[in-house]
């Protein structure tokens, strides 16, 4: 599939709701496992990047984990923080860039 596909499906999902858009509590970031990616329906071969997202739940405090390829990842973190930089604005507070750890780490993969 290609950027632009990726783009769009992501894109759709997080309108309707199925991927989140908000912050993730943590993100990990590793060799794929050979499951299937919860943004773009793939496979995530031992070949590729599987980022693990964890998303904390308002009931119970309880976690929430979903795995994406390298790209899936960069491309909804892309799309959500696009989002968020235009609700903060049109709320007219303080804009912040979020700075995730894995950033570096995925650099440098």
Not at 46 to 68: I, K
């Amino acid at each position: 599939m290609n950027e632009q596909d990726l783009r769009m499906k992501i894109g759709s999902r997080v309108r309707a709701g199925i991927l989140p858009s908000e912050r993730p509590a943590r993100t990990y970031a590793g060799t794929g496992e050979g499951v299937t990616c919860d943004f773009c329906g793939l496979t995530i071969t031992e070949f590729d990047v599987q980022y693990e997202v964890d998303f904390m739940t308002s009931a119970e405090g309880s976690r929430w984990t979903l795995v994406a390829h390298r790209d899936c990842h960069r491309i909804w973190q892309r799309l959500t923080e696009t989002a968020g930089t235009r609700k903060r604005a049109s709320r007219h507070t303080r804009l912040r860039a979020p700075v995730a750890e894995v950033d570096a780490e995925r650099d440098r993969v």
